[in-house]
């Protein structure tokens, strides 16, 4: 069975940073791309970061590029969302998905159960 | 990058009765790379559709999906008591940002 757990959300000041992590197991870890998704409350989902199956390719939102560093640790079956310079926001819960095909641009047929980031003084 | 209209922001029917939901992008999305996924209150969202029209594991027929190019629509033949929810649309084409909808409420009339 898939899992996607992750962890590391909680209350941060403006300005401040945080690290997400979200733990993956029940699936080849390593062949898959992995993305980030979040969720303000009461809105839409909004892509965040994707990783490649090796880690090689990164990409993000506009909104968090240059703020937020996506990485992953195959060994551990690990995703990481590393988030600096937060600002109001990025409140949100923030989803750990893992894409369908393996490929960067797919669809996502898992999705963890989120972990809540709250940017306030 | 990549902008998707979905239309209309609520439906309001009966069990029983048929739902269209629409998707519109502000340009063609490559290859039908466009995803439909499901968000009930307090819960993650379920993928439904992928490449505009296969049904994900484990989902009923009564949801189906259609469309190309920029036009893209949902279809659920029965509403279930368990299909009122939120749906989004996605799209995962060929680069970086991969955009959502921003989803249509079906809710009980």
């Known amino acids: 069975e898939v899992q996607l757990v992750e962890s590391g959300g909680g209350l941060v000041q403006p300005g401040g940073s945080l690290r997400l992590s979200c733990s993956a197991s029940?699936?080849?870890?390593?062949?898959?791309?992995m993305h980030w998704v979040r969720q303000a409350p009461g809105k839409g989902l909004e892509y965040v970061s994707a990783?490649?199956?090796?880690?090689?390719?990164?990409y993000y939102a506009d909104s968090v590029k240059g703020r937020f560093t996506i990485s992953r640790d195959n060994s551990k079956n690990t995703l990481y969302l590393q988030m600096s310079s937060l600002r109001a926001e990025d409140t949100a819960v923030y989803y750990c998905?893992?894409?369908?095909?393996?490929?960067?641009?797919?669809?996502?047929?898992?999705w963890g159960q989120g972990t809540l980031v709250t940017v306030s003084s | 990058e990549i902008v998707l209209t979905q239309s209309p922001g609520t439906l309001s029917l009966s069990p029983g009765e048929r739902a269209t939901l629409s998707c519109r992008a502000s340009?063609?999305?490559?290859?039908?790379?466009l995803a439909w996924y499901q968000q009930k209150p307090g819960q993650a969202p379920r993928l439904l559709i992928y490449g505009a029209s296969s049904r994900a594991t484990g989902i009923p027929d009564r949801f189906s999906g259609s469309g190309s190019g920029t036009d893209f629509t949902l279809t659920i033949s029965r509403l279930e008591p368990e299909d009122f929810a939120v749906y989004y649309c996605?799209?995962?084409?060929?680069?970086?940002?991969?955009?959502f909808g921003q989803g249509t409420k079906v809710e009980i009339k």
């Open positions: 996605q799209q995962y084409g060929s680069s970086s940002p991969w955009t």
């Open positions: 340009q063609s999305v490559s290859s039908s790379y």
């Open positions: 990783i490649s199956s090796n880690g090689g390719s990164t």
């Open positions: 029940g699936f080849t870890f390593s062949s898959y791309a």
């Open positions: 998905v893992k894409t369908r095909s393996g490929y960067s641009s797919s669809s996502y047929d898992y």
